[in-house]
């Protein structure tokens, strides 16, 4: 079986520092990088890719509402219109970095409020998938297990790689406990590792109350926030070898080629 790991990585803002990021690319598969818009600049990008083509590692835009005083964390309403052009504008600034670094941008996903709104709005998921369609229908849509954006993607016949997310406990109804709540981060490495190891054996969902989600399972986000978030990433990763799972960038995996 083959998954990939991914990060949201050159997020440097006053809300999130970078210092493991460097860290983070010595171990994660694909990068998602800021792109100016919640945090990072064209510097923090270039340094990202940089270090990301050291190591091998694939890189994606990672973009999101124009709300750095709240790291995109804030929902807002745009027309689709707006969607379009803020969707197109991160993922060109950063392919235009990427290729004077000899690199390419290979997949997309979505941050914070948007990928949250996306998420559950069908019609906002359709608007972002035509939005890639019309950039580069072969960018590889990166987005949450059983989300809408899953759903329009494939339905626009884009690369779709299924995400869930290593360090963070799921509702019932298949979505990440809120951020609000005691119980919404996993930070013992451990319990992380086997909360991802099931999750990709069984190719389901562990919720919280133990309910299990059948779902599609490409990917594995590790979050790079936190003082456990190397420890956990570099747990995930050797539990997933262990159990004879074959590590790969996004563009990579036969499903995308």
Do not use: W
Request: charged share 30%; proline share 2%; aromatic share 4%.
């Amino acid at each position: 079986m083959e998954i990939n790991i991914n990060c949201d990585l050159g997020e440097s803002s006053n809300l999130h520092s970078t210092e493991n990021d460097p860290l983070l690319l010595n171990i994660v598969n694909s990068a998602n990088i800021a792109c100016g818009y919640h945090a990072g600049d064209e510097k923090t990008m270039e340094k990202t890719i940089e270090i990301s083509k050291k190591n091998k590692v694939s890189i994606g835009a990672h973009p999101s509402f124009k709300d750095r005083e709240n790291f995109g964390r804030k929902r807002l309403n745009l027309s689709s219109v707006e969607i379009t052009k803020l969707i197109s504008y991160q993922i060109n600034i950063l392919s235009e970095i990427a290729i004077k670094k000899d690199m390419k941008v290979t997949h997309i996903k979505p941050h914070g409020a948007l990928n949250n709104m996306a998420c559950e709005d069908y019609e906002l998921a359709k608007t972002i998938s035509e939005s890639i369609r019309k950039i580069n229908k072969d960018l590889i849509f990166l987005v949450p297990t059983g989300s809408e954006m899953e759903k329009a993607g494939k339905k626009l016949e884009l690369k779709v790689a299924a995400e869930i997310f290593s360090d963070r406990n799921y509702e019932d109804n298949g979505n990440l406990v809120s951020r609000s709540k005691k119980n919404a981060m996993i930070t013992d490495p451990k319990i992380a590792e086997r909360h991802v190891i099931k999750m990709v054996k069984n190719q389901a969902l562990n919720c919280y109350s133990g309910k299990q989600i059948p779902c599609e399972i490409d990917s594995i986000c590790v979050h790079g926030d936190g003082e456990s978030a190397v420890k956990t990433a570099k747990q995930i990763k050797k539990g997933l070898i262990k159990s004879g799972v074959t590590l790969k960038t996004l563009d990579k995996m036969k499903k995308f080629i």
